[in-house]
């Protein structure tokens, strides 16, 4: 059953189990009232854990004051926590002590506890402290730096999810922090989107299905996740004021999925509204997005956030479906609240619904029955769980011979250049090289850790793990203009790099496209961001100020490291180089390729995404096959010149202005990511009988291995449908090769041409381990009635998902370019399956 019938009784279920579980985990004593509690029962009701928490809430609600109550609307203005004298923060809501309210403390993410209410109090009135220091500073607390979430979206792999989600929960509870502001559930619908690296790829059901599992692994441990950014929020450049038009099939199709999946599968507690405006109307303030859609049509129970910041408006927000507002009350300061109700703009109903529905889901997850205590994190644990977790996420996409690296090797030459941080050193967002992790301080994704292992330090450590301590691993840093470099800090020129490449017996060259929130990879005429000269999808591209837009002469002037130039150097620099060599990429997403890189006159690429603090380790396990590669990328690697950026109109990104304000249009609509190229819409990438396509270079889903498989006899039941039964696809993965290895086989699905769809969409997928000669029997049911609606489309008319009539096409494969095996079933419904 579904709806909220099932999601009531989840719901009473997690509201008991909860408290027993962190109360043995030594997270408080939640279960059974403690001493102060029970002594306050009779005065405090609502603190009596025997309620369900709608219950609670009601009784709370009741004991407060009008000022009490639009005190606790809002943010706080940053102080010194009074709950935690040792934190100075601006990302709480501060309690009421005498009536049982607690504190309620929200960290950033989302890959990691980003910036969490807590940075040194001596900075508290400090004149001297920098603008924002108690939302971010590098005195903010320590936590794990996980890999990224295109990472975890890389790994195919739900449980990865759910174990990138767990190690964050655990950290919280440590920290003593309620509200995780994650996970990131936007679309990669560009490839140099500053927040790619946050998000989970270009395809909706990857996304919401990695969302729910990081969900799920972080409500179990008592925090309320919060999805975000809903809704359209797919690009930086004046994102605090940018007009996203989007029509409604695809939003609905596309980016509003990840959130129906989030709310339906995942009971996600809260979501946040994000800056920009959605068809005219603030995301804070969008009655049809926050009410028609969000509750009315998939029955949202939890609260909506405002991003920091980021609401426009008084009355509008709180009647039109906001409830907190962030991170102080701007419009929600109580005078203006007040005015409101005095003009009857809103009315004290509209208030109590706001709170009502934060207070249940602080209830529900034992915030008001947990001591605000912060405890010490077990920081090896987290790192341990880092490295799984950017393993899992390593995607080989081509190999010439040059992977693995032998663990006998005398001599490995890293490259790189001097002014990126790929070779040098941990790759996390807002990375800036020579400067530590977190150091910055800037976006929501920055983690202070305590320790980062570096490209070349991770590979003399894995090679001592494997017996070799005598191996020369020398570090060779180069110049924008491929003329000077430094080898291990010696000053030499790049010539001489070549010639100790020729030389060495493995080479590993490092790149990347590194980015942060702010802004996008893109270079405009001035910091307005609204001219734009050039995309920031390749390799050569970068800036100084990540967080700020790149103009061409102005401030924040954009710079060409020659990167790829480099590699083709290295690669020249003797015969058979892509015998030894291997290019390893950091990217925030996708990157273009130069053709003269891909295929068998190469290197071996490794795409390691953002790895986070451990970055040497995670990529020394893959490139010395200690850990064989199994993750698939989430997004699409087109040849240089034949990608979606290359034929996007600026109406498409930046955006035009229309009526005073900058405005984006998604006319692309439905056909985003792989289904763009798949599309051909431009006119340059038609199909080949292989399934190959000229204009992408490595495709979404696709992934190689140390190892062969094969996927065979596929079987489809049933072969008629009636639009509402599963169906179950079934086939064999077998391990040909000679070495232990995970494959994911992937399932698209072509619609009946009738119903106007993109040519496929993936509908499932399973990551399948297995020994070598191994075969293993998989099974996965496609179920029209899942969140993710597999078969349906949206009908704008009808306001409903329509299953069409006809004839759908099941397509399985390892990646969206090599979908070699197919059936199909017949749906019946005459009129057309509306739910």
Same mark, same amino acid.
């Given at each position: ?17 909860? +408290? ?61 926590? %009074? ?24 960290? !950033? ?49 739900? #449980? ?134 969000? &509750? ?22 709180? /009647? ?8 102080? +009350? ?14 009857? #703009? ?24 947990? %001591? ?14 880092? /490295? ?53 301080? &800037? ?30 691993? /020398? ?6 203009? !491929? ?47 609204? !001219? ?118 600026? &109406?498409?990104? %930046? ?15 439905? !056909? ?43 079987? *489809? ?11 179950? *696809? ?48 998989? #099974? ?56």
């Amino acid at each position: 059953m579904t709806g909220r019938s099932s999601r009531r009784r989840k719901f009473i279920a997690l509201a008991v189990a909860l +408290p027993l579980a962190l109360s043995a985990a030594g997270l408080g004593s939640i279960g059974a009232a403690s001493a102060e509690t029970q002594a306050t029962a009779a005065d405090l009701p609502w603190m009596n854990t025997a309620l369900t928490p709608q219950e609670r809430s009601a009784l709370l609600l009741k004991a407060l004051t009008l000022d009490q109550k639009l005190q606790q609307l809002s943010g706080a203005r940053p102080e010194i926590l %009074p709950d935690l004298p040792e934190c100075y923060g601006g990302r709480h809501v501060t309690g009421i002590a005498e009536l049982g309210i607690p504190t309620l403390r929200i960290t !950033n993410g989302p890959v990691g506890v980003g910036q969490n209410d807590c940075v040194d109090p001596a900075l508290f009135g400090d004149p001297n402290a920098p603008s924002g220091t108690p939302y971010v500073h590098t005195s903010s607390a320590k936590a794990t730096a996980l890999p990224s979430g295109t990472t975890v979206a890389a790994s195919f792999d739900p #449980e990865n999810a759910a174990a990138f989600g767990g190690v964050i929960a655990d950290e919280m509870n440590n920290l003593a922090l309620h509200v995780f502001e994650a996970p990131g559930l936007n679309m990669a619908r560009l490839p140099v989107l500053g927040r790619n690296f946050e998000y989970f790829g270009e395809d909706p059901y990857l996304t919401g299905t990695m969302g729910v599992a990081e969900i799920e692994a972080v409500q179990d441990k008592g925090i309320i996740a919060m999805a975000k950014h809903y809704a359209a929020n797919e690009q930086e450049t004046n994102r605090k004021t940018i007009q996203e038009t989007v029509d409604e099939r695809t939003l609905h199709e596309m980016y509003l999925l990840p959130f129906e999946m989030a709310v339906k599968d995942g009971d996600v507690a809260s979501l946040m509204c994000a800056y920009n405006y959605v068809n005219g109307v603030s995301s804070c303030e969008n009655d049809y997005l926050l009410n028609d859609v969000l &509750r009315d049509q998939w029955g949202f129970e939890g609260y909506v956030q405002s991003d920091f910041f980021a609401t426009k408006s008084t009355a509008d927000t709180l /009647r039109n479906g906001m409830d907190h507002m962030m991170p102080v +009350p701007q419009q929600w300061e109580p005078q203006l609240l007040k005015a409101a109700l005095e003009s009857g #703009e809103i009315n004290i109903s509209h208030i109590d619904t706001a709170l009502d529905r934060r207070y249940v889901q602080m209830f529900k997850y034992g915030i008001f029955d947990r %001591p605000l205590v912060q405890t010490p994190i077990d920081y090896a644990a987290g790192g341990e769980s880092a /490295r799984k977790i950017g393993v899992d996420g390593g995607v080989l996409l081509q190999n010439n011979g040059a992977l693995p690296i032998k663990s006998t090797v005398d001599d490995v030459l890293v490259i790189g250049k001097a002014s990126q941080v790929y070779a040098q050193q941990a790759v996390a967002g807002g990375a800036i090289a020579g400067k530590p992790a977190g150091s910055d301080g &800037r976006g929501s994704s920055v983690v202070v850790p305590t320790y980062e292992i570096a490209p070349v330090e991770g590979i003399e450590n894995v090679l001592a793990n494997l017996g070799n301590t005598s191996a020369n691993v /020398r570090l060779a840093l180069v110049d924008d203009a !491929n003329e000077t470099a430094t080898v291990d800090g010696e000053e030499v020129a790049f010539a001489e790099v070549l010639e100790e490449a020729k030389d060495a017996e493995a080479v590993v060259m490092m790149a990347g496209t590194i980015s942060t929130e702010g802004a996008d990879r893109a270079t405009f005429t001035d910091s307005s961001g609204k !001219n734009l000269v050039e995309v920031g999808n390749n390799l050569d591209w970068y800036v100084d100020n990540l967080a700020a837009v790149a103009t061409v002469d102005g401030p924040n002037k954009a710079k060409n490291s020659n990167t790829v130039a480099m590699i083709k150097a290295v690669m020249g620099a003797a015969p058979a180089m892509n015998d030894k060599t291997t290019l390893v990429l950091k990217d925030n997403a996708g990157v273009e390729m130069d053709p003269a890189l891909v295929g068998e006159q190469g290197p071996a690429i490794l795409e390691a995404w953002f790895p986070g603090q451990e970055d040497g380790h995670i990529v020394a396990d893959l490139l010395l096959g200690v850990e064989n590669p199994s993750g698939k990328s989430p997004v699409t690697f087109p040849y240089a010149g034949k990608g979606f950026l290359d034929h996007a109109t600026d &109406r498409q990104f %930046p955006g035009e202005m229309v009526n005073n304000q900058q405005t984006v249009e998604y006319t692309e609509k439905l !056909n985003v990511g792989y289904r763009w190229y798949d599309a051909n819409e431009s006119g340059e990438c038609e199909q080949a009988a292989d399934g190959s396509n000229p204009c992408v270079a490595f495709p979404f889903g696709h992934g190689l291995s140390y190892t062969d498989f094969e996927i065979s006899k596929l079987k *489809v039941t049933s072969k008629v449908s009636d639009g509402t039964k599963p169906i179950k *696809v079934q086939f064999f993965v077998e391990n040909t090769g000679d070495a232990a290895g995970a494959e994911v086989p992937q399932i698209y699905v072509s619609m009946p041409e009738s119903a106007g769809e993109p040519p496929k969409r993936l509908v499932g997928f399973d990551k399948v381990e297995l020994e070598p000669g191994e075969k293993k029997r998989i #099974e996965i049911t496609i179920d029209p009635s899942a969140s993710n609606h597999p078969l349906s489309y949206w009908d704008a008319d009808a306001d409903t998902w329509v299953t069409p009539e006809g004839k759908f096409d099941i397509l399985v494969g390892d990646s969206s370019g090599s979908t070699t095996l197919s059936d199909s079933v017949t749906v019946r419904t005459p009129a057309g399956h509306k739910r």
